[in-house]
C-alpha cells in the first residue's frame, strides 16, 4: 500500500471536519436528539450523521442547510458554535479569502 504524505493544509481541512462534527453532535445532544432523530429529520442517514459527526466526510452547503433544519435551527446558529470551537490559529490560517 502506498504511503501518502498528508499536506498541512489536509490536516487542516480534516481539524476543520471535526470541529464542525463536535459542533452538529452538541446541537443534537441539545436538542435531545439521537442521530437516527436527526436522519429523520434532516431526510440523512444515522450513518451519514455519524460521519459528519466524527468529521469523517466534508459535507456540503446543501448538507448543512438540510443538518440546520433537521435541528430546527437557522444555519447562522450551527456555524455560530463552530466558530465558537474553532482555534484561534486555525482562524488566523484560513483568513486570507
Do not use: K
Request: aromatic letters at 6%.
Amino acid at each position: 500500500m502506498p504511503f501518502h504524505r498528508t499536506s498541512p493544509s489536509d490536516t487542516a481541512a480534516l481539524v476543520e471536519q471535526r470541529i464542525f462534527g463536535c459542533a452538529v453532535r452538541e446541537l443534537r445532544a441539545r436538542r435531545g436528539l439521537s442521530q437516527e432523530q436527526l436522519g429523520f429529520h434532516s431526510g440523512l442517514h444515522r450513518n451519514y450523521v455519524g460521519a459528519i459527526e466524527r468529521g469523517e466526510i466534508n459535507p456540503t452547503f446543501r448538507t448543512l442547510l438540510t443538518v440546520a433544519g433537521g435541528l430546527s435551527l437557522p444555519l447562522s446558529e450551527v456555524i455560530s458554535l463552530y466558530e465558537l470551537r474553532r482555534p484561534e490559529h486555525l482562524t488566523a490560517e484560513g483568513d486570507d479569502a
